[in-house]
């Protein structure tokens, strides 16, 4: 299967992988970081994240424009990769806190932040774009287009999957070293015994915690002393998690410029293709008309995918502090094995040795293969269940190895769902595929919304966003179930979405069309700020059924002009 495909396609999908892993550790705990060092409200800190990813992905659509007009995707890329890396360089630079400089080093995290979007700006569309061009270089490269897109949606997935582990490693092993361990609470109550507005309530709970931290033991019962020292070592861990970022790109740069002669032959935009004699003649050009049909139709299926990321963004804003404030943060330990990722990943590979063996088109010595992989893996994740504790704690960000594991898991699944149709001539369109997918999404918020009624009356400006009792607090399996159901509906509408743009920009405008693709989402992502004004005003099960209404209005937009969208793509695709 993998050789039908150019092998530029796996330069991309590597290098894109290091800089993904890199993006999504410091994702995973930005909202956290924001709220642990400057005891930012919820509300404020959904704001910054909300700017932020609005910011990485509106700046693609400058830099396709500086690929397509000035240098062309390669030199575009590879300075994104450099300017990314001194941005994660500003935000790993650890600072101190303290309440006579509340908001000391926030300047340096927003500038960071700001060079990071610029060049992710550079990197990102560019790169999806060179993918594009690597399936029109040969006809009998784009019948593969779109699994082609599916590989490296998922390559991008198994960055992203190792991520939250890597945060937790790195902060875990840092507090270690301070004699502390995460306690999710502690931040919110220490911000507010510092600054004066802490109850008697809270203030028993945090001498309650801080007594549990071996560190406290040398403090003489000091609260003042543990909430600024617990702040300052837990910040400084997510500093260090930060610069695992510097790192990846390391990595990335050395694939996408050591490998080049994969890719070399499709680095090339129309108007370099224009003045080059060998290439001249392989320029396409599209009456206007034909120009104006793709650009309505692509920007009819971009303004339905902003509801899609403003709803499945919410994964390292609302459902991370839901994972934190209101999820149960201990598990059995049959159920600690999902937050284990190498436990889940031998249980992942246990399936896959029992698919493999099933599979009557496989070679006898692939099936024995897979009946080994089956058994060797099943025991090893017998194993590793019988080594944790009865009771395990985790902390929040873990949930989000759930969906890049999902996405890896159920790609297979979903493409030879896809691939069955087709032979069937039953397989959708594709903007048919994503209305399906804004379909799904809308029923994986409303799980949340049903998980969420037993919170009536404890919304977050109840419990002053701070840990409800265990009492109260909800089984990890709705978050898990969530995340579950949205990976299927990302399967539906992201990969399909690139694969879209690809085939339906104009030549002449690759480069900003799937910058614009990415802008689209980035207006999504500051809708996720703007949803989050609204987390501690309403309740919870309120908050999600909002997302669940605008996915189902989007839904029924793109199936009331799919007529249309189908007819005006038609010829391009």
């Given at each position: ?54 910011f ?26 450099i ?14 806190w ?25 990197f ?55 004699k502390?361990?995460y ?6 109550l ?23 931290q071996?560190?406290?033991s040398?403090?003489?019962?000091n ?10 070592h ?31 032959f ?56 839901f ?6 943060d ?19 590979l ?35 269940i ?31 769902l ?38 009536v009356?404890?919304?977050p ?27 299927i509906a ?28 990415l ?10 700020a703007?949803v ?28 009331s002009?799919l ?11």
């Amino acid at each position: 299967m993998l050789k039908e495909h150019p092998k530029g396609l796996f330069v991309a999908l590597f290098a894109n992988m290091g800089e993904r892993f890199g993006y999504y550790t410091m994702l995973a705990i930005f909202v956290l970081f924001l709220q642990a060092k400057y005891g930012f409200e919820y509300g404020l800190a959904s704001q910054y994240f909300g700017i932020f990813l609005a910011f990485v992905y509106f700046m693609p659509l400058f830099g396709g424009i500086i690929a397509d007009k000035v240098l062309g995707y390669g030199k575009t890329i590879s300075l994104g990769l450099i300017v990314m890396f001194i941005g994660y360089i500003l935000i790993a630079i650890p600072t101190s806190w303290s309440a006579d400089h509340p908001n000391r080093g926030l300047t340096l995290i927003i500038g960071g932040l700001a060079v990071i979007s610029l060049g992710t700006g550079l990197f990102k569309g560019n790169l999806q774009a060179l993918v594009g061009n690597l399936y029109d270089s040969d006809k009998k490269y784009d019948k593969y287009r779109s699994l082609g897109f599916n590989i490296f949606y998922m390559g991008i997935n198994l960055g992203a999957m190792f991520a939250p582990t890597a945060a937790k490693t790195i902060s875990n092993w840092m507090l270690r070293g301070s004699k502390l361990t995460y306690e999710g609470a502690i931040p919110s109550l220490s911000h507010k015994f510092i600054d004066g507005t802490i109850t008697p309530e809270q203030t028993t709970e945090l001498t309650k915690l801080a007594n549990e931290q071996v560190a406290f033991s040398g403090m003489d019962g000091n609260l003042l002393e543990f909430s600024n020292y617990y702040i300052n070592h837990l910040a400084e861990s997510y500093h260090w998690a930060f610069g695992v970022a510097t790192l990846s790109l390391i990595a990335s740069m050395l694939i996408f410029w050591g490998f080049r002669k994969y890719y070399s032959f499709a680095d090339l935009t129309e108007k370099q293709k224009a003045k080059s004699e060998e290439h001249k003649d392989k320029v396409i050009t599209l009456t206007p008309q034909e120009t104006k049909q793709r650009l309505i139709a692509l920007g009819l299926v971009m303004s339905v995918v902003i509801f899609f990321w403003m709803a499945f963004h919410q994964n390292g804003a609302a459902m991370t502090a839901f994972a934190r404030d209101y999820t149960a943060d201990t598990v059995s330990r049959g159920t600690n094995i999902w937050f284990d990722l190498f436990g889940m990943l031998s249980i992942g590979l246990s399936v896959l040795g029992l698919i493999l063996f099933f599979m009557k088109k496989n070679a006898k010595t692939v099936r024995m293969v897979g009946l080994v992989m089956f058994a060797a893996f099943g025991v090893l994740s017998y194993f590793r269940i019988m080594g944790y504790d009865e009771i395990n704690k985790f902390t929040p960000q873990m949930f989000q190895h759930f969906n890049p594991f999902f996405i890896v898991a159920l790609t297979p699944i979903i493409v030879g769902l896809f691939s069955w149709m087709a032979r069937k001539g039953i397989e959708p369109s594709d903007p048919k595929k994503i209305g399906i997918g804004m379909i799904i999404t809308a029923i994986g918020f409303t799980v949340l919304v049903v998980g969420s009624f037993s919170l009536v009356g404890q919304s977050p400006g109840d419990i002053d966003e701070t840990k409800i009792s265990s009492a109260f607090a909800v089984g990890t399996y709705w978050l898990i179930s969530t995340y579950f159901i949205l990976t299927i509906a990302e399967l539906f509408l992201s990969p399909i979405g690139l694969s879209f743009v690809s085939k339906v920009a104009p030549p002449q405008y690759k480069g900003v069309m799937q910058g614009a693709w990415l802008a689209a989402t980035a207006v999504g992502n500051y809708g996720v700020a703007l949803v989050g004004i609204l987390w501690n005003k309403i309740e919870l099960w309120q908050f999600w059924g909002i997302l669940v209404l605008l996915c189902a209005i989007a839904a029924i937009f793109i199936f009331s002009i799919l007529k249309r969208l189908e007819n005006s793509t038609r010829s391009a695709v």
